[in-house]
């Protein structure tokens, strides 16, 4: 019975050994079939090239460049404000007929509106009474001086009929400069006035239409606003820690956004004595002759020479790589490596060489032909 017992027990053991035994197993096979750690790369610096001989690529020293601090300004052009000039009308009335509308180029001169006036017509009035006030009292006057001659009036009467004569006479001059400022021709009578065009130049403002009231002098606009062109303003933001490189008098060179190509050459009529509280800048008027392609609101680049020299790197053109939207130049970096840097360059100058306003100094070495040298690293 013993052994019949213990036969049970003993199988037991052996399936739990023989389990314990399995499990082992499947854990040393899981390591052994575990991928390997990855293993990262490092890449060295993107601007950074070798390579094989570098006597290949021949180097240039960085000449020294002085010239003038330039300062760079973003602007708008506008109307030379004395140059601006508002056409009024001195009679109030209905506009019967408009000749010139906003934009057009006028002459002095021309006629821009017509304008039906009571005030012509009440001025006509006075003038013609005051001429046929004169021709009596001249009349009068002549025949007091024959009874005066004769006897027949006293002094007192030829000195009263003298003075009605004399205030006639003033009351013709005065109704006859009543109608010249209304702008009425004395020849020809009408209740409509000619509103005519006081200087050459272009229509930048219209608040007058067809069948609308003009009020004459204590209307609160103008019919029409008329700009000489032919000089206008450049007003520049200047920021307050770069106004000691600004004076009047100084010149300036104006670039169009509209006409990249074209300069102009103005110089510095003012200089705000207000800052801007909000950006800390200055108003920099730049007074220049209109080309043509000038319109009021134009967006404009300034560049302003300052009164110190600074000393800038001149290097050839050809050291100079144009990637990305940027300048960069190759200069040594040990062994057979160049490093390549970004750059700002300037203007071209006289000798065949271009300025380089920052990112290298005068003297140090760069590769003469940076884009051989771009082109045998992307080989």
């Not at 490596?337 to 700002?344: D, E, L, P, Q, S």
């Amino acid at each position: 019975m013993k052994r019949a017992a213990s036969a049970p027990i003993m199988l037991s053991w052996g399936i739990l050994l023989l389990l314990a035994g399995c499990g082992g197993n499947t854990g040393k096979n899981a390591a052994a079939e575990a991928p390997p750690a990855a293993q990262v790369e490092r890449e060295g610096d993107v601007n950074v090239v070798q390579v094989d001989h570098p006597d290949q690529f021949p180097l240039v020293a960085a000449t020294e460049y002085k010239a003038p601090r330039r300062l760079v300004s973003t602007g708008v052009v506008s109307p030379d404000i004395s140059r601006t000039v508002p056409v009024i009308s001195i009679a109030a009335g209905r506009v019967v007929e408009i000749r010139a509308r906003l934009g057009d180029t006028v002459k002095k001169g021309q006629v821009l509106l017509r304008v039906q006036s009571a005030d012509i017509a009440g001025a006509y009035s006075d003038y013609r009474k005051a001429l046929a006030d004169e021709l009596l009292a001249s009349t009068q006057l002549e025949r007091a001086k024959g009874l005066y001659d004769h006897g027949a009036i006293s002094l007192n009467d030829l000195q009263v009929a003298e003075d009605t004569d004399n205030k006639a006479k003033v009351d013709v001059e005065t109704t006859t400069e009543h109608l010249r400022v209304l702008g009425s021709p004395l020849d020809h009578p009408s209740g409509i006035v000619d509103i005519v065009a006081p200087v050459s130049g272009v229509i930048t403002d219209q608040q007058v239409t067809n069948a609308a009231g003009v009020q004459g002098l204590s209307a609160s606009a103008n019919p029409f606003t008329i700009s000489d062109l032919s000089y206008v303003w450049i007003l520049c933001d200047v920021y307050e820690n770069d106004l000691s490189d600004v004076r009047i008098g100084d010149s300036a060179d104006v670039r169009l956004n509209a006409y990249p190509d074209r300069v102009v050459t103005g110089r510095i009529s003012n200089i705000g004595a207000v800052l801007d509280p909000n950006i800390r800048t200055a108003k920099v008027r730049i007074e220049v002759r209109n080309p043509g392609e000038m319109r009021p609101g134009m967006f404009v680049t300034a560049t302003f020479r300052g009164q110190k020299p600074e000393t800038h790197a001149a290097i050839p053109p050809s050291a100079i790589l144009h990637l990305h939207d940027r300048d960069w130049v190759y200069v040594p970096a040990g062994g057979n490596k160049f490093r390549r840097v970004g750059i700002v360059s300037g203007a071209d100058l006289p000798n065949k060489m271009t300025e380089v306003v920052s990112g290298i100094q005068p003297g140090q070495q760069v590769i003469r032909e940076a884009l051989v040298l771009q082109n045998t690293v992307e080989q």
